[in-house]
């Protein structure tokens, strides 16, 4: 993709170009060609500020890299724009590119990067930290992390998928899964699906 090489585009525009070529080409899952993209956006994104009210490259880097099961790279570019955001009190930069923030955030809370300000965007996106849920037919507590996977399970996601989403193992998944099952008494995932609507956590 030759998205960032026209010397007679504005600044702006070429990172522009850049984003929506990466972002097809992630939907692809072309993903090493979405990295060869975005890499040239990323210094002119730093050395021109107001280019990240279109799109940030180095978001949508790190969104790549977390993609692909690099979470230390993906904190290296998150990190400068949260800390860029938080200093000049702009959530709504980081806010504007919506779900994709969520894992990125959920990474750098857990990573200490920033914690309390990525915690407060993830209330402002409606993905705070899940509360423990107590069951009062069986007396059993869901933990936060077993409400977010019995979300993902309602929401028809695979183990992979749900692996993916809250950058984990597939092995730990299927504990979590079976530690659900359990604590629900039910033998499958549509039964869990169905419980967790009585239970209104969807």
Avoid: W
Avoid at 20 to 47: C, F, K
Avoid at 101 to 109: G, K
Avoid at 140 to 161: F, H, K, Q, W, Y
């Amino acid at each position: 993709m030759s998205a960032i090489v026209n010397p007679m585009e504005f600044p702006d525009i070429r990172v522009s170009r850049a984003l929506m070529g990466a972002l097809l080409e992630i939907s692809d899952r072309r993903y090493a060609e979405a990295e060869r993209t975005l890499r040239p956006a990323v210094p002119v994104e730093r050395s021109m500020c107001h280019c990240i009210a279109f799109g940030s490259a180095r978001v949508l880097l790190a969104y790549l890299y977390l993609q692909r099961n690099r979470p230390q790279d993906a904190l290296s570019e998150l990190a400068p724009v949260l800390a860029e955001c938080e200093r000049n009190g702009t959530p709504g930069l980081i806010l504007q590119e919506g779900a994709i923030m969520i894992p990125l955030l959920r990474l750098a809370v857990e990573r200490g990067i920033h914690p309390a300000f990525a915690a407060s965007l993830l209330d402002s996106l409606g993905a705070g930290e899940p509360r423990p849920v107590r069951l009062p037919d069986t007396g059993e507590t869901l933990t936060p992390r077993e409400v977010e996977v019995l979300r993902l399970i309602a929401a028809g996601a695979s183990n992979r998928d749900i692996a993916e989403r809250l950058v984990i193992s597939e092995r730990t998944v299927k504990v979590h899964v079976t530690n659900l099952l359990g604590k629900l008494r039910v033998s499958s995932r549509t039964q869990a699906a169905a419980r967790a609507r009585d239970l209104r956590l969807v």
